[in-house]
């Protein structure tokens, strides 16, 4: 199969070094604290943020608040309709990927003997989903009020025909190549999540890398203009026009 | 102090390197990095003359401050103190003790399901808050069990809007309009109560829209549901 054609165009017409088209809303569920759905081309996730409240287990907490993270993808989500399965192996691990990952962005020394619950549901899969999974929670967490040390954004990267790709769909992620999933501190340029499958030479896993946190950024800018536009609207509903 | 909002921040952004001398007072939404400072949530950045720095976001969930006034609702009942979920992460406690003129051998009898407005005496990262039913002289001030009336939900951003001065819109055209008491709590609970029930009804389903309309818009919903009453 050929991932990248000769006129260096990608099956689905990107470039290499091209994203796809995001695109997100805010604030969709009304009984969630914090709550968002975040698209990258086709696939498509939602974020729902509950708490903090009150820990399950205190004595865990006590130093700061405890983040459950629950993964699971929806039936209707993939071509072929699929029983849910919630403790299937991959979805535990993407949930702790997923928990790490925000564990690290959330200020939890400022919540002792509390709990975080995130649900991030996947609503179409095509490829990526564990970074979109990543960047729905963050700006459901942003809606939620709970204190961030940085935005962070989440986006993988692969290497097929000898070519380094950008943001892979789901026929480039089963095209058994290697695929890189980073997450990124933008601000403080600080890589928060790097996974690689498949192995790759030293040389161009660094193009790879670079690439992936070029991707990274791009995302974080847009998620960043996203929120304040969300929050001027708000604030511009509650009288604040002139900013 | 009026509070001018300075721009819209997102978490992350750096707001001011702290300077070698002076005195920067941080509010909520503030963080410290090194030498800057820095947001920690999306919403408004607003400083005041005084160097006082925060962010005022619209949030659902309520995190506890001493001196807030808060409604909450009775979920335990113990010897000495009461169990008062105030919306917050944590059940706040109210001591028996802590309405005016009570004694241990006249205690209020409040019951589970019960609401309270009450005051934030302690709210500590790592103890649970706690409230009184009096003002910081023990007079009772308004403070104590609410009977009769409905109350609702809002965020706390709204909450603390409705007790700014000047009044917001909804809330004047609804009082010059409409005979009814309200109790508004920091915690985004609010109740109305009035001797009609009807009226109890127009202001609870009326008073959340007011979150996102303007002053004119405001009144244009009030006139037209009142004018509709008759």
New interface residues.
Partial sequence: MEYVNPEGLRQDGRRPKELRQLGCELGVLAKA??SATFEMGNTKVLAAVY????ASNRSAAASGATVHCDYAMAPFSTGERRKQGRTDRRSTEISAVIRNTLEQTI?TE?????QIDIHVQVLQADGGTRCACINAALLAL??????????VAACAAGYLDETALLDLNYIEDSGGGPDISVAL????DRVVLLQMDNRLPLETFETVVELAIKGCKAVASYM?GQ??E???M??S????DK? | MVAK?V??A?????VVDLPEKGEVRVGT?I?Q?GNHL?T?????LCTTQSGKVWVA?????YIPQVGDCVLGVITDKHSENYGVDINA???ASLPVLGFEGATRRSRPNLQVGDLVYARVTAAD??VDPELVCTDASGKGAGFGALAGGQAFRCTT?FAA?LMSQPQPAILSALGKALQFELAVGLNGHVWVHSPKPTTTIIVTNTLPKG??L??AQAELVVKRIVSSMQ
Wanted: glycine share 12%; hydrophobic share 35%; aromatic share 6%.
């Fill in positions: 604290a914090g708490g903090p409240h009150e200020i400022l919540l002792p003997n509390s942003a809606e939620a009020g709970i204190p961030l040390r940085d935005m501190h933008p601000q403080f960043r929120l304040l969300h929050t001027r708000l604030a509903a509650r009288g604040f900013l | 909002p721009r819209i997102a978490p992350g952004d750096s939404g963080h990095e820095i920690c949530r999306p919403g408004l976001g619209r949030q659902k969930r992460p944590f059940v990262r790592d951003s809007k979150e996102f303007s002053d």
